[in-house]
């Protein structure tokens, strides 16, 4: 299901996400082998936002629900306006 979900809010998401929560997500991410050296590194090396963000939501939903849950559970957090906006907090 997580899966699905960054795939339906994968735009939105790239347009959204800012560029301070994006780099927060990468450290979390990195911090909790979501992503590896090489991973980060090469969303490190992305020279704008949009690419970065793509580039994180692509490769984590490659790697299945429990890294996609990781993602939305983070996203939640920090962002809460943003998971509003795509759909991820229902109130």
């Given at each position: 299901?997580?899966v699905?979900?960054?795939?339906?809010?994968?735009?939105?998401?790239?347009?959204?996400?800012?560029?301070?929560v994006?780099?927060?997500?990468?450290?979390?991410l990195?911090?909790?082998k979501?992503?590896?050296?090489?991973?980060?590194?090469?969303?490190d090396?992305?020279?704008?936002?949009?690419?970065k963000?793509?580039?994180?939501?692509?490769?984590v939903?490659?790697?299945?629900?429990?890294?996609?849950?990781?993602?939305?559970?983070?996203?939640?957090?920090?962002?809460?306006?943003?998971?509003?906006?795509?759909?991820?907090i229902?109130?």
């Amino acid at each position: 299901i997580s899966v699905q979900i960054l795939k339906d809010i994968r735009s939105s998401f790239i347009e959204g996400i800012s560029g301070p929560v994006l780099k927060s997500l990468l450290d979390k991410l990195f911090e909790k082998k979501v992503l590896t050296d090489s991973e980060r590194e090469s969303a490190d090396d992305k020279h704008n936002r949009e690419d970065k963000a793509r580039f994180v939501i692509d490769t984590v939903r490659r790697k299945g629900e429990a890294a996609s849950l990781e993602v939305i559970e983070f996203l939640r957090e920090v962002d809460p306006f943003l998971c509003k906006h795509l759909g991820l907090i229902v109130t």
